[in-house]
């Protein structure tokens, strides 16, 4: 390849990508503007899955930016229940595509009015319409994104087909979902909690925020998290045995990562649901590092340090694998108050994987450990 055609395929790619972004945040705006038009607001727009890179207003809406743009995603807000709800929920679906569809048609038309079809105008306006065929065909496949299980506008336009009217006004009740999601990613839980009891459906729709606030608020010590855990517990979906094994991992590890020393009804919880996660999956490294830390967590130290070894065992050829693994060996370390191996521990950690956030609130809390604390009296 000659230096000329380097150049030419990098600024194809640069232009490729410019086109693919662009025509992406029209997919979200076109959601954003159906969703004005039916009457809801819209919460924000996500372009890019995966870890928040940005967060700004623009356009009079707020829009976030994720590490892994190839999609998005547009949340609408229902204030209040209007008639209808089925058709409002299918044009707020529609409106993405319908964005696409359009732009196609304005390029072709553009493309076919251009004077030579050589010319570099004319190659970027038959690129354009073509991004947009994809796009167009990608939110038509059906399915879920597997990081932030947000479902494609053809999923969630069957779905939105398959569930009865009553359901469908739910739809006011727990647009707030989002909203209250972003308050725990943001550390806010007091606000988010405060949310969730004011608008909780106790349906599935929420049953995840429910999930992540009990997670959050034990792993923090809040006494709140235990109330939260056995709400989660009473929920019906979990009574469904919906991602049970998911959930059982998510309570151990907010037990493994809790700075006090649980109660001795969450104990109890803890042996019960470290023995169920056992049996479910006995091999998997990840449920073996949280049934380990969380049972040295509760005093059961021997049998918690050999699933952390097996696990260790497992763990050995994979880099984030080895840094989950040195994470939760220094919580269950940091929790019956050896302090010196936990610090190590989590220098290794810290060394295989800086951005852990875990980690990285395992060293604060290491750092504030004050000789006075009860769980290093225990050691000696
Ligand atoms: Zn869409």
């Not at 007091?190 to 792993?219: I, P, V």
């Not at 151990?252 to 020393?261: D, H, K, T």
């Not at 269950?332 to 852990?356: I, K, M, N, W, Y």
Request: net charge neutral; hydrophobic share 45%; with cysteine.
């Amino acid at each position: 390849m000659s230096s000329s055609d380097a150049a030419l395929a990098a600024i194809s790619l640069a232009l490729f990508v410019g086109i693919y972004m662009a025509s992406l945040v029209l997919h979200e705006l076109g959601h954003a503007l159906g969703a004005k038009w039916i009457g809801a607001d819209v919460y924000k727009i996500v372009i890019g899955e995966g870890k928040r890179l940005a967060r700004f207003k623009a356009l009079g809406f707020l829009w976030e930016i994720g590490i892994n743009c190839l999609g998005g995603a547009c949340y609408p807000e229902y204030p209040k229940p209007l008639p209808g709800m089925r058709w409002r929920k299918i044009a707020v679906i529609a409106a993405g595509p319908l964005m696409n569809l359009l732009l196609v048609a304005a390029a072709l038309t553009a493309y076919a009015a251009c004077p030579s079809p050589e010319s570099f105008l004319a190659k970027t306006l038959l690129l354009a319409a073509l991004t947009n065929v994809f796009l167009l065909f990608g939110s038509l496949i059906p399915f879920e994104s597997t990081e932030d299980k947000q479902p494609t506008d053809m999923l969630a336009l069957i779905r939105t087909l398959g569930v009865p009217e009553s359901a469908l006004a739910d739809l006011v009740r727990y647009s707030y979902v989002a909203r209250a999601t972003d308050l725990v990613k943001d550390g806010k839980l007091a606000e988010a909690s405060a949310l969730f009891e004011e608008k909780c459906s106790g349906t599935q729709a929420d049953f995840g925020l429910l999930m992540a606030l009990a997670h959050e608020l034990l792993s923090r010590g809040d006494p709140k998290g235990e109330e939260f855990w056995n709400r989660l517990l009473a929920h019906p979906e979990f009574q469904r045995g919906q991602e049970r094994e998911h959930i059982l991992a998510r309570f151990l590890s907010s037990i493994a990562l809790c700075p006090q020393s649980p109660t001795p009804a969450l104990a109890n919880a803890v042996e019960t649901s470290a023995d169920e996660l056992g049996h479910l999956k006995p091999e998997d490294p990840t449920g073996q590092l949280v049934r380990g830390a969380a049972l040295v967590r509760v005093g059961n130290v021997m049998e918690g340090l050999e699933l952390l070894r097996r696990a260790e065992r497992t763990c050995r050829p994979s880099t984030p694998m080895r840094a989950l693994h040195a994470t939760y060996r220094a919580a269950a370390e940091l929790g019956r108050g050896e302090v010196q191996l936990a610090g190590e521990f989590l220098h290794t950690a810290l060394s295989l994987d800086p951005s852990s956030e875990i980690a990285r609130a395992l060293r604060t809390r290491l750092q504030s450990t004050s000789p006075s604390d009860p769980l290093r009296k225990e050691k000696t």
